[in-house]
């Protein structure tokens, strides 16, 4: 299924988004909802564009509000902005003090999300026993998407990560037991494609893909579909 990608949302309909690769839209059998099928996992971010309060709001109130197990909401936040103006981010953190401890914990790979607007650990709060500590992971998976395609929708993009020091994310944050770090989630602009490295662009510009549903879907021959 060839496509634009999309950013924004304009009089119900998904704006365009300029300077991209090319060929992010996701290949579907049938269309689906266009802010899911533009979905995609960008590490170009604009370091000079600011990630509002309104915004991030809206994105953590997407994820409040995805499926949880039990109704036990055991998903957990915290939230680290670079504020307008900073330095442009590099080797070195910048932006308020959750901002300048998440990019801290990045791993090397991942130091791209310090020109990120927002860095947002999520972490899941495992319960009493092995069941809940399951599902409380589920939870957060959720949430991850919800908040993505609400970023999408708001002409944002996301890139979720799981490399970064997880035991420095608990002394950093004094976390209470029980409280798993799992991912972080940088949020902001796309960012121009000219000047990021070259590995950058080129990890961003590889084909997207995913396993056809005949391997996913156990039952698919049996499905009609």
């Known amino acids: 299924m060839d496509a634009p990608a999309f950013s924004g949302v304009t009089g119900g309909n998904l704006r365009a988004m300029p300077d991209q690769p090319a060929d992010r839209q996701a290949d579907t059998r049938v269309p689906i909802h266009p802010a899911i099928a533009a979905r995609w ?19 953590l109130e997407a994820a409040r509000w995805a ?5 036990r909401q055991p998903v957990r936040y915290l ?9 442009r981010p590099g080797d070195e953190p910048s932006g308020d003090d959750t901002f300048s ?62 490399g970064f020091d997880v035991a420095g994310a608990r002394e950093a944050f004094a976390l209470a037991a029980g409280i798993r770090p799992l991912m972080v989630i940088a949020v902001g602009s796309l960012g121009d494609y000219e000047k ?6 080129e990890r961003d510009r590889a084909p997207r893909a995913r396993l ?9 021959s049996g499905t009609g579909l």
């Open 196 to 201: 990021v490295p070259a590995e950058i662009a």
């Open 79 to 87: 939230v680290g902005i670079r504020p307008a103006g900073a330095e």
């Open 67 to 71: 499926p949880t197990w039990g109704r």
């Open 101 to 162: 401890a998440l990019s801290a914990l990045l791993r090397r790979g991942n130091s791209y999300a310090r020109a990120a607007g927002a860095l947002i650990l999520v972490c899941a709060d495992e319960g009493e026993d092995d069941r809940t500590a399951l599902y409380s992971a589920v939870d957060a998976g959720a949430a991850m998407a919800t908040l993505s395609i609400e970023a999408v929708s708001r002409g944002l993009v996301v890139h979720p990560m799981a």
């Open 41 to 59: 996992s960008p590490r170009a971010f604009d370091p000079e564009a600011v990630v509002t309060a309104e915004q991030l709001t809206a994105l």
């Open 212 to 220: 056809p549903l005949e391997q996913t879907v156990l039952n698919w």
